[in-house]
């Protein structure tokens, strides 16, 4: 995982130490790469009727620096801080009258949720985005919702996706 360490704080007129500038030099490449991520949907996930969420399989990636991971379809956050998150579904619509949704889940609990999709449109989709506190560890996983009769999802990097980047510590 990727790791910060705060630079130390000095009084001024002190005297740094070579370490103490490499130390600042660290800190200024790390936050030109702070931690991002796209994970997709690279097989379709099948969503249960009813309004039940279901969690969408996340098995491919577009990009992925700097600590992110996959466990179980989840994200694994590299660092405790501030994350921007976005995701997307597709519905491979079969004609339904109902409408479906895609939810942004954190450590196992709805944190956000798209707008409604009507799908008796052929590739209707929902789209959300949110910004969560996240300890070091914590899951953040792309689920989906919908009424109409069982459908799956469209697998594709541009269909079905979960993506975001640090944003700060805490």
Known sequence: MATYTPPVIHSTGEVLAVTDWNGVANDIVWLAQRPYFNYYNSLATTIAASFAATQVT???????????????????????????????????????????FALIYHNGTAVAQGA?????????????????????????????????????TQAGAATTFLSGFFLGSQ
């Open 116 to 152: 409604y999709s009507t799908l008796s449109v052929l590739g209707a989709d929902s789209t959300v985005s949110t910004v969560i506190s996240c300890a070091a560890g914590d899951n953040i996983g792309l689920w989906a919702s919908q009424g109409g009769g069982t459908l799956p």
């Open 58 to 100: 996340l098995g491919g990636t577009t990009a992925a620096g700097y600590g992110f991971s996959v466990s179980s379809n989840n994200v694994i956050a590299p660092l405790t801080g501030t994350y921007s998150i976005s995701g997307g579904v597709q519905f491979i619509s079969s004609g339904s009258t109902s409408f479906g």
